[in-house]
Each structure stands twice: as structure tokens, then as C-alpha cells.
């Protein structure tokens, strides 16, 4: 008769932490890898809210005023914009590649109701901040009594 090594049961949470690894690591993965694929990029990115409005920070270097687009919606924020690589460099002298060059697109949902006649957008030293009032909905809401 052989014997059967007993081993710990999967739980959901081991599993999840399974996944999570797998993300980390996939978010690590360097472009070259993704080079050549259909892989989506997009800015890193902040968000977050005031008592009065909603604040959006993407890192976006490389990328000027003329190479950037945001549009807004009462649901969401949507950035487009490209980096052009400005030098040709013959392939096989890379030892490392991984600044990206291309277009993105991104869209952040917003996290509560906000004006959009009120958005403004301003790009510093490769970091795009757009701000947005709430709407008076967002902001307090309406306390009800309890009976």
C-alpha cells in the first residue's frame, strides 16, 4: 500500500492570494515582453475627493498639451494620448527596453456626481491634474428621521 502525502486544503482565500501574486507579477512584467502584442497601456493614476470636488492626478511624462485629449462624461473621465519615440536606434544594440512609446487611452469612472461644465485641467511636469465640483447630490445627500 502507498501512502498519500497529506496536504493542506485550498482555501478561497490561498486562492486569492494566488491571483494576486499572479497580477503583481504581470503588472511587473517589463514592455519588452509585451512588445509586439495588442497589450493597452495607460497612465498610472490618483483619485481622489474633497468635500467639494473630485480630483484626478495621471502621470503622463513625455506626453505635451498638443499629444493629450480629455473628455468627460457624467460617468467618467477619459484620457487619450500618445508619446512619440524621438530617436532611431538600431534594434540589436538594446540591452533594455522598456519606455513606451505609442498611444493610450484610459477612462476613470468618476466616484461621485460631478459638474462637468465645472471640469479644468492643467499639465505640470509630466503630471495631469483634473478637478471637478460635486453636484450638491454628491456632496450631502439628504438625512432622513428615523421612526
Do not use: C
Not at 467618467?76 to 532611431?88: F, Y
Amino acid at each position: 500500500m502507498s501512502l498519500i502525502r497529506w496536504q493542506r486544503p485550498r482555501t478561497m482565500l490561498s486562492l486569492m492570494d494566488d491571483m494576486d501574486r499572479l497580477f503583481r507579477d504581470l503588472a511587473r512584467a517589463p514592455w519588452s515582453l509585451l512588445q509586439g502584442t495588442d497589450f493597452e497601456w495607460g497612465p498610472a493614476v490618483d483619485v481622489y475627493e474633497t468635500d467639494d470636488e473630485v480630483v484626478v492626478k495621471a502621470s503622463v511624462p513625455g506626453v505635451g498639451k498638443d499629444n493629450l485629449e480629455v473628455n468627460v462624461t457624467d460617468e467618467a473621465l477619459t484620457l487619450h494620448g500618445e508619446t512619440k519615440s524621438e530617436q532611431e536606434v538600431k534594434e540589436e544594440g538594446y540591452y533594455r527596453r522598456e519606455i513606451r512609446s505609442g498611444s493610450f487611452h484610459r477612462v476613470i469612472p468618476w466616484p461621485s456626481s460631478v459638474d462637468t461644465d465645472s471640469v479644468k485641467a492643467k499639465l505640470e511636469d509630466g503630471i495631469l491634474e483634473v478637478r471637478a465640483a460635486k453636484t450638491e447630490k454628491a456632496k450631502g445627500g439628504k438625512k432622513i428621521e428615523v421612526k
